[in-house]
């Protein structure tokens, strides 16, 4: 079992940047690919970024691609994402989650735990 709780949201105005935390509890974060996706009000849950289990790999949606960073630390069982040069339409409630598995996955159903989430909100 793993419990993840998101931390960083808040209000910004564009063109500004945040920086969300993922803190994941258990020993085997290591290996747990780990995600990032997000859900404006209205609309479906969708993929922002993943990262690979051992920090090798990464990937984006193409809306965030140049403007957020994902990145992990194993030691401190927390993963991160920074997110510059923000829109208004990245406005949604951000939520990271846990693959069992080495690689990352832009699919929501290959994700076994889920955060409670956190509100980035982006005035224009």
């Known amino acids: 079992q793993v419990q993840l709780v998101e931390s960083g949201g808040g209000l910004v105005q564009a063109g500004g940047s945040l920086k969300l935390s993922c803190a994941a509890s258990?020993?085997?974060?290591?290996?747990?690919?780990m995600g990032w996706f997000r859900q404006a009000p209205g609309k479906e849950r969708e993929f922002v970024a993943t990262i690979w289990s051992d920090n090798s790999k990464s990937y984006y949606a193409d809306s965030v691609k140049g403007r957020f960073t994902i990145s992990r630390d194993n030691a401190k069982n927390t993963v991160y994402l920074q997110m510059n040069s923000l829109k208004p339409e990245d406005t949604a409630v951000y939520y990271c989650a846990a693959s069992r598995s080495y690689g990352g996955s832009a699919y929501t159903t290959s994700y076994s735990y889920w955060g409670q989430g956190t509100q980035v909100t982006v005035s224009s």
């Open positions: 258990g020993r085997t974060f290591s290996s747990y690919a």
